[in-house]
């Protein structure tokens, strides 16, 4: 029997079969148990089999790869559309063998025993680390409610534990102390555990080459380079690092209509765990920026400069979008043309920070109260962060300044002014 496509749905003991011929009709319908499937499949020709990504399904599909069968992966999310009606085993087999044969559709690589053993380790390791932080939480609320407080940090409860169980002036009764000693074992023995662990990690980094290619990126250790060729493998699944970037969930969600296109926050798919140790490998890097190399040191200190004074002067409703420019919330019914309360300015350098100069507008042109007066021209254009002959955002402000006698009226620049976005680069103005 020759078929076209075959999509399983797998299950813990039973497993539901449809197979598709070239024209897309059912023309089988079955089902086995795991060893029966085997045997049914061993002498099947067939172009494709599709199964859900889930549990189990990488074991069954290195199987069937020994079988000289072409097996793929769907994640579940891109089944559920080819879904007609109601729900049942076969229903959802008839869709992931109509989905397997999409051209476009996204596949997710067999897992090699190597990547298995690896991503088994992280995540038990993981559970280590959640068992001790609920460990730690339980002896807190136990001494607090006897009326003993410490200090936050993991490291300071350890410290001081042994004295408050050897102290016989505490108030704890001879139950809560046994409660408190058991505790403390099971926190060495997870300890010790989390050791092991760490052990088994970095013997694996050290062994990989590819782990030692990731380890020489800054910001990237043992844990995250053996995290991330577990997950990924060889990385051939993507054709591009934004590729790898959008499905960690580090990018911009994107809902836009009309040919307007409106970004959100990160989408924050994929891989959390995996999402996690990027950002921490972050945040260690931006930390220790001065031990960074020097094109790297520059970079992340115009960066850090750029992101605080975007954070202290665009306020609340801001936004920024995948190249790192503001893109502000409409409020209070303003309309696009009242764009001095929040705007940045690409400087030379190409990094954008906002304009003390907007800034200053703001609360000169909307801020104005009874209790503030209006700052003085020269207060308004002093502390410029970018420069005059190359901000084109300047530039209008300047005349408009100097044209209205003090009273600054900010307007979109349009393609017929001499600062328009082909010759300025780009002007943001967010309302």
Request: proline share 3%; glycine share 8%; hydrophobic share 40%.
């Amino acid at each position: 029997m020759e078929l076209h496509a075959i999509g399983i749905d797998l299950g813990k003991t039973v497993f539901h079969l449809v197979g598709l011929n070239r024209s897309g009709e059912v023309v089988v319908r079955k089902k086995f148990s795991r060893i029966q499937l085997l045997r049914f499949t061993a002498n099947l020709h067939v172009d494709l089999i599709g199964m859900e990504a889930c549990a189990g399904s990488h074991f069954l599909g290195k199987a069937l790869r020994e079988q000289s069968h072409e097996v793929r992966l769907i994640p579940a999310q891109y089944v559920k559309p080819f879904v007609k009606t109601n729900k049942s085993d076969y229903i959802d087999a008839e869709a992931i063998a109509e989905a397997v044969g999409r051209p476009t559709m996204r596949f997710v690589p067999v897992k090699t025993d190597e990547q298995l053993d690896m991503q088994s380790l992280h995540r038990v390791r993981e559970r280590w680390i959640m068992r001790r932080t609920a460990v730690v939480n339980q002896i807190r609320g136990l001494l607090l409610e006897r009326g003993i407080t410490l200090r936050k940090g993991r490291c300071h409860l350890d410290a001081a534990l042994p004295g408050i169980l050897e102290d016989a002036t505490t108030t704890l009764s001879g139950a809560v102390r046994f409660l408190l000693v058991e505790l403390k074992l099971e926190l060495a023995q997870l300890a010790m555990h989390l050791e092991q662990a760490e052990a088994l990690i970095q013997k694996a980094a050290e062994e990989s080459e590819a782990c030692q290619r990731l380890d020489a990126i800054p910001g990237i250790g043992p844990l995250t380079a053996t995290a991330l060729i577990a997950a990924i493998g060889n990385g051939a699944a993507f054709k591009k690092g934004r590729e790898f970037a959008a499905w960690v969930g580090l990018v911009p969600r994107e809902h836009s209509t009309g040919g307007k296109q409106k970004l959100l926050g990160i989408s924050k798919r994929g891989n959390p765990y995996l999402r996690k140790l990027f950002v921490q490998g972050a945040r260690a890097v931006l930390q220790f920026r001065e031990k960074q190399s020097s094109g790297l040191r520059t970079w992340l200190a115009a960066t850090h400069i750029a992101n605080t004074l975007q954070r202290r002067r665009c306020g609340a409703g801001q936004q920024a979008g995948p190249d790192g420019l503001g893109r502000a919330r409409q409020g209070r019914g303003l309309s696009a043309s009242d764009t001095g309360r929040r705007c940045s300015c690409l400087t030379a350098e190409k990094v954008m920070i906002s304009c003390q100069v907007c800034w200053r507008t703001t609360r000169w042109h909307y801020g104005r109260t009874r209790r503030s007066q209006n700052p003085k021209p020269e207060e308004v254009f002093r502390d410029c962060v970018t420069k005059w002959d190359q901000s084109a955002a300047h530039s209008i402000l300047a005349r408009s300044f100097h044209s209205n006698k003090g009273r600054i009226h900010l307007r979109r620049p349009n393609r017929q002014s001499h600062f328009s976005l082909a010759t300025r680069r780009r002007t943001i103005h967010s309302g």
